[in-house]
């Protein structure tokens, strides 16, 4: 399954955006021309990046080298032949900041919340100022009680960076919430 992922900020760069947007003959400033390119990414997955998201953007670009990685006990690792096929991890307790979308397909979901998720990160939260990204974004799917579907609802978690975890800032939009986790086990790929 393919996201627009922080991975996407790294690989920005000038030819590659001016790839995504040759259909527009109109000159277009930095911001316009990132606009452009996370649609052009989005619609692969048939999410649309609202023109509000500019700001976002922006900040997540111009800030994409300042990740916090957040620290994990590995505990197993599974492979076939030679190659890392995912990851078992346990991360440690902490504030996180979430959302639930149920969206038709769960790549929207995960987009949707993430781009939530951005707002808050870039101002839109009590503190009033970027926060800082870290990584990785956890993604939370439920199986049903039958124990052979997923449910719809995707939740979308990121760590608050450790100068935040003492004092969590609020965020503006209530779809998100600010939770303590123990520590949580996850599979990474």
């Given amino acids: 399954m393919a996201l627009i992922s922080l991975e996407d900020l790294d690989g920005l760069d000038d030819e590659q955006v001016d790839d995504d947007i040759t259909d527009n003959p109109e000159p277009m400033d930095e911001d316009d021309r990132l606009l452009s390119h ?8 048939q999410v649309s990046i609202p023109p509000e998201m500019t700001g976002p953007i922006h900040e997540m670009t111009h800030n994409s080298q300042q990740r916090e990685p957040l620290t994990f006990s590995p505990i197993s690792c599974h492979e076939k032949m030679g190659e890392l096929l995912y990851e078992e991890r346990e991360y440690p307790a902490g504030h996180w900041a979430s959302v639930t979308r149920g969206e038709d397909l769960y790549e929207q979901s995960i987009s949707m919340g993430f781009m939530k998720l951005m707002r808050f990160i870039c101002k839109e939260n009590s503190a009033g100022r970027y926060l800082g990204m870290t990584v990785p ?4 799917i439920h199986m049903m009680e039958d124990g052979n579907t997923f449910e719809k609802d995707v939740e979308t978690s990121f760590f608050l960076p450790t100068r935040f975890q003492t004092n969590p800032p609020q965020p503006f939009d209530p779809d998100i919430t600010i939770v303590h986790r123990e520590p949580i086990r996850v599979v990474a790929r």
């Fill in 38 to 45: 996370w649609q052009a990414i989005a619609s692969t997955h």
């Fill in 137 to 140: 974004v956890v993604n939370n």
